[in-house]
């Protein structure tokens, strides 16, 4: 072998790691940083938006520049890019990133449904703390009180709603803020005239939603560049020709200096200094379409610099035209080039503003995967990038509150206010979940913890007493908005939980369905039935309230949960569990599908074909293992389930229909239907060809060593699937009690039940044919 070899491939798979990394890095420019990149187009307007006599001192505005180019520095760069980067679930980052690190290595979750045998998942990192530790004990602290459970969760919700909310106020402020350039050049245009312009083009942005981001996403990274190109060239020409000594402006001395010129109106101004770094938290937020390193190079060696000089050059123009503040930063672009500037300027607004509503879908899946938000329609829009989705409920409620932001307001600075409380509010509650990622999940000591939470809350707790000061000047629009959605998710939740916890405690004894024998003393009818529930353990009480109201069930019975864990994605072949429910002659088993909060819920007619291969796949291994001990549920606490991924060679096959559909190969197996039974589905399909469904069939595995028993098991298995599917889901009625105390039964009789009426129903929801779908009703007084 020639020993240079290993040393080529080396070369060629480092070539090939570099290349991509800078194709990530160029892909991250727009999608990650297009926020970022528009904030400059407000922030000195915003700043010296009180027009008093400290905006014509040349300290002032030197002053604002050390501000920006210090939170620039601190914040993004050693706050984001150096710690927080580095606390990423599987690739995936986001206050439910950092959550779901927590919930895995303590007990802090408030979710239901959550087992022991997830933790046996390949993508679950878990390590064990040691007790005498002093992370221990903060640990501890939240396992003993639910409390603190509780409010960790409503901070993880609090952050989640100000992200939503700038999904409301991104697009309004930058938008706004480039149409008004053009009166820059058109001095008599009527302000009325730019805000119609701008209506217009949000209407128009929320309307592409519809066409999924993957179709225009090809012109985001060379809009992005451009604009940063034509900001650090703009920046780079102010500062020859204005006044190339504001460079002594970055200089930490013209901090004081700030302060020492305008007092308490200059610490009011930090609000406006604050929007400098809207955006930053998309660099951590958007971390699963990319890498650490990719977002790490896109931002020192592009984003960072450009935004320096854009900053640095629009000080210097400043400097030497201080009431100009007003339409600054396009009345420093040099005439010759305004018109480009100005063109692509608008066009970055737009892709800036379409990062952070595709964002907002993505951050309400993933409350709907961990049972916080209501159940809405996900679309998703590219079928290579899973990750692009698009909700119409939220888009044109988006829309509509964008609309009115931003005729309510008319003017950028009301809307940087409430802005700029969005922003800090985010990252606050990103700080606080960091501090117990070091102490609990990094296992550092409670003293780094401390340091970053002093160190960083202290900067941002500075910000938020500023913009809290412009809370009656536009900062009460995103309190609003959070408390809006904050109220939806914490009743959903609180709902849910309850729900839960009564099919818990009314689940039906095993003692009570063994005492009925094999027959669950009831007529078993030919077919498969399919009981969903969202308990882990143990029988729903909507079986028994089926049979007791009409005493006829399925041969063969599948009790199915499909929930969430708190990983990102669950692999393919570990998201089956398998188990049994009763003794094999009752022909009762339970199925478990798990999801991460990022995977895809997208169901098809498959999922009945490949439920079937998973249970005989089961049924074999569990008589491979020949157990003295029952593989049954045998109580109420749970039972022995099995990982069941994809089937080996000797398992169940899928056999696909011939080329026309409908013609099939010869079948060994007599279908179980009755002449009657097949002759009212046959007449079902001629009247509804919609609601034909793919036919397959299956074989059974040539292994003349298969026991009499499994194959006849799997046999009746395979009847009962050409008998046909029928899908039990509960169609409940949620009350409070009467003895509930006044808030209780405000959130469940009023807030709970409305939700529920108006959110998709479960089976739209699972994808479940209506055709084959019974729904049981039940009144749950929770």
Known sequence: MDPELPASFATVSQETNYRMLFILAYQS??????????????????????????????VAVYGVLSFIFWTLTLIPVLKYIVI???????????????????????????????????????????????????????????????????????????????????GVLTPAISVLSSVQGLQVVFLNLHSYVALLLACIILVGLFTLQYFGTHRVAFLFAPVILAWLFCMAVVGLYNIIY??????????????????????????????????????????FADLGHFTQSSIRVAFMFVVYPCLVLAYVGHAAFLSRNLSHVEGSFYQSVPSPVYWPVFVVGTFASIVGSQAVISATFSMIKHCQALNCFPRVKIVH?????????????????????????????????????????????????????MTLVIVIVWQRSILI????????????????????????????????????????????????????????????SMKWILTLGPSLGIVRVPGIGLIYTELVTGVPAIFSHFVTNLPAFHQILVFVC????????????????????????????????????????????????????????????????????????TSLDGGQLTVVGTPGHAGMQLVLPTDDGDVFQAVSLSSSKSATLQSFQS????????????????????????????????????????????????????????????????????????LRKNCRGPAVALNIPHICLIEVGMIYYI
Not at 698 to 705: D, G, H, I
């Open 562 to 633: 499909i929930k969430s864990v708190h990983v990102p994605f669950v692999p393919v072949p570990e998201r089956y569990l398998v188990g049994r429910v009763g003794p094999k002659e009752y022909r009762m088993y339970r199925c478990i599908v798990r999801y991460g909060y990022k995977d895809i819920h997208k169901e098809d007619d498959d999922f009945e074909n490949n439920l079937i291969i998973r249970i005989s796949e089961y049924i074999q291994r569990e008589a491979e293992e020949n157990s003295s001990q029952p593989s049954w549920d």
């Open 449 to 508: 913890g401390a340091c970053f939470l002093i160190v960083f809350g202290a900067m941002e707790g500075l910000y938020f007493s500023a913009t809290i000061m412009k809370v009656p000047e536009g900062g009460w629009v995103p309190i609003v908005l959070a408390m809006l959605f904050m109220s939806i998710m914490y009743t959903w939740h609180y709902g849910t939980a309850k729900k839960y916890e009564f099919d818990l405690q009314n689940k039906v």
């Open 29 to 58: 420019f727009g999608v990650v940083y297009g926020d970022l990149s528009t904030s400059p187009l407000y922030v000195f307007k915003s700043a010296f938006v009180r027009k008093l006599h400290y905006h014509e001192s040349e």
């Open 683 to 754: 007449v079902s399909e001629l009247e509804s060809p919609q609601l034909r469904r793919r036919r397959v069939r299956f074989e059974l595995p040539k292994n003349p060593n298969i026991a009499p028993s499994v194959r006849d098991e799997m046999i009746e298995l395979i009847e009962a699937k050409q008998a046909g599917v029928a899908y039990v889901l509960g169609h409940s009625y949620v009350r409070a009690k009467k003895t509930s105390p006044y808030l209780k039964r405000l959130a469940i009789d009023v807030g709970y039940s409305f």
């Open 242 to 283: 204005w006044n190339p000594k504001i460079l002594q402006a970055l200089s930490p001395y013209y901090l004081y200096q700030f302060f020492q010129v305008a007092g308490r109106e200059g610490w009011v101004s930090l609000g406006g200094v604050l929007l400098c770094i809207t955006g930053t938290e998309a660099m």
């Open 84 to 166: 927080v980067l580095s606390a990423d679930d599987n690739g995936e980052g986001g206050p439910f990133a950092l959550y779901s690190l927590l919930c895995r290595h303590a007990k802090v979750g408030l979710f239901p449904a959550q087992q022991s045998i997830d933790e046996e998942l390949s993508t679950y990192t878990l390590h064990e703390c040691d007790p005498h530790q002093q992370n221990s004990r903060l640990k501890a602290l939240f396992e003993r009180h639910q409390n603190a459970r509780i409010g960790l969760l409503i901070l993880v919700l609090l952050g989640t709603c100000m992200v939503i909310g700038n």
């Open 381 to 433: 829009t590219s079928k290579q990038i899973m990750g692009q989705i698009y909700i119409p409920e939220i888009n044109w409620i988006l829309m509509v509150l964008c609309l009115t932001v931003t005729l309510g307001f008319q003017d950028t600075t009301a809307i940087g206010n409430a802005y700029g409380f969005a922003a800090i509010i985010v990252m606050f509650v990103t700080t606080c979940l």
